[in-house]
């Protein structure tokens, strides 16, 4: 999955769930930086990051996990169980995919039919879950 258009529905869905959370979430993307969204810069609430040139956004977690002085807060959502693994060895815990979804499809759920059209479908959502590292801190 990629383009544009598909990141910012991604965007504003995460924006839409850490509002009426009050958290902070990060989304890394595997692939190139888009002109709409580059790297380090903010959607609404949303953090953007990418992988660098060369890795991927696995790699970016990790440093993102690494960097952060409060791991306990974090909460990583991946499927990737060496990432897992390495996260839940830093500290930060780690939530599935699934369950992740299963929240976001109960925020959905009593979001207004003009929110639920801009939504990224849920067979999508899994394959972005695995870029996310939610309520994280890396200045």
């Known amino acids: 999955m990629g383009g544009g258009q598909n990141r910012k529905s991604l965007l504003d869905e995460l924006a839409r769930f850490a509002a009426a959370k009050k958290n902070k979430v990060s989304v890394v993307f595997d692939g190139a930086p888009e002109n709409n969204f580059p790297d380090g810069s903010s959607y609404k609430s949303v953090k953007i990051f990418y992988n660098a040139r060369g890795s991927n956004a696995d790699e970016r977690i990790?440093?993102?996990?690494?960097?952060?002085?409060?791991?306990?807060?974090?909460?990583?959502?991946?499927?990737?169980?060496?990432?897992?693994?390495?996260?839940?060895?830093?500290?930060?815990?780690?939530?599935?995919?699934?369950?992740?979804?299963?929240?976001?499809?109960?925020?959905?759920?009593?979001?207004?039919?003009?929110?639920?059209?801009?939504?990224?479908?849920?067979?999508?959502?899994?394959?972005?879950?695995?870029?996310?590292?939610?309520?994280?801190?890396?200045?």
């Open 62 to 139: 990790k440093r993102i996990v690494e960097a952060s002085k409060e791991r306990r807060t974090l909460i990583v959502v991946t499927d990737d169980r060496q990432l897992a693994s390495y996260v839940r060895k830093c500290g930060a815990p780690v939530q599935g995919c699934r369950r992740f979804r299963e929240q976001m499809s109960a925020f959905d759920a009593v979001s207004d039919d003009s929110k639920k059209a801009e939504t990224v479908k849920p067979e999508e959502m899994s394959a972005w879950m695995r870029y996310f590292g939610v309520d994280e801190s890396d200045d």
